[in-house]
């Protein structure tokens, strides 16, 4: 098993091509390029690909292969590539774990499944096939208010553990401090080496109850932000990383409700345009705009982030 370590993972937006109709068509690859390398340059340690900040559920499955093994091709073991494997079936996310394998991914994150709400016993067969099949370091996404309120039980997790070598950590993005503890301590206990992973740029709670990495949608925006936060909360100068987890905290609220729509819109402001959102996702409206242009001129820091792909 690979000694991979989580570290400061960005995820980037994919970026659409338009069509003759002026709506989204094909990933547009030489945009992609930019913003592969435009995270490298502004304190990536690795790429998570394709995530839901990243239009993931958007892709059909070959979209989705194909983007990451250009991915890891255009990156060329700058940083590593982890590959985004959620679905809605069991199998359909072990293929794609399985490909990520192939191509060449340095680990693998899988969600519970979309739309279905199983008992706790079939998530840990899920987990479970999904690490088997990719034969790569397995990290649960918990995020239980995207996903129907289904929770991956810190027991579910030390079950997952006793039974999957290849399940080495898990993303957390309840941000429910007790939920935290819990996972970090019984999970901890289970399996040595044990990655408890920040799901959100709230990273003083979480690096506070153990967190040693995080997955950030907000790099596309304001990765100087996310670096200087991270770089805090590892240190544990806490105090230090209070004015810049206030900044963080306001983009993350800002954004938290458009996700892919607002993201798009604050990397277009910034001179980062990645086209408009896949349907069903529309594009952010004029008004809303202005407003997320307001909050960004609110934060210090925000006005500080890099303009354009320099």
């Not at 394709?50 to 091709?73: M, Q």
């Amino acid at each position: 098993m690979s000694d991979f370590k989580f570290g400061l993972i960005h995820a980037p937006l994919t970026p659409f091509a338009p069509n003759a109709h002026g709506q989204t068509g094909a990933v547009d690859h030489a945009t992609y390029a930019k913003v592969l390398d435009f995270h490298i340059a502004h304190g990536a340690e690795g790429l998570a690909i394709p995530t839901h900040a990243g239009e993931s559920v958007s892709l059909t499955a070959d979209e989705r292969k194909a983007l990451l093994a250009f991915a890891i091709k255009h990156v060329a073991g700058r940083v590593p590539v982890v590959a985004n494997v959620s679905e809605a079936g069991t199998e359909i996310a072990a293929d794609l774990a399985a490909h990520a394998r192939a191509a060449g991914a340095a680990a693998i994150i899988a969600s519970v499944p979309y739309y279905w709400t199983p008992p706790q016993s079939m998530l840990v067969e899920h987990f479970a096939t999904i690490a088997e099949k990719g034969g790569l370091p397995l990290f649960v996404w918990n995020a239980p208010e995207e996903m129907n309120n289904v929770e991956v039980k810190a027991q579910t997790m030390v079950e997952l553990l006793q039974r999957s070598p290849n399940t080495v950590g898990l993303i957390d993005v309840s941000l429910d401090w007790q939920y935290m503890i819990e996972v970090a301590s019984s999970c901890g206990a289970a399996r040595k080496g044990f990655q408890f992973i920040s799901g959100s740029e709230y990273m003083i709670s979480a690096g506070a109850t153990g967190a040693t990495g995080m997955l950030t949608p907000l790099s596309s925006v304001a990765p100087k932000l996310v670096r200087e936060l991270y770089d805090l909360c590892r240190a544990e100068k806490y105090a230090e990383a209070r004015p810049v987890q206030e900044d963080a905290a306001l983009l993350f609220r800002a954004l938290k409700e458009s996700g892919a729509i607002g993201l798009k819109a604050a990397a277009k402001y910034l001179g980062r345009d990645c086209g408009i959102p896949r349907p069903p996702l529309p594009p952010m409206g004029a008004e809303a705009t202005q407003d997320l242009i307001a909050t960004l001129s609110t934060s210090g820091r925000a006005n500080s982030e890099p303009r354009g792909w320099a």
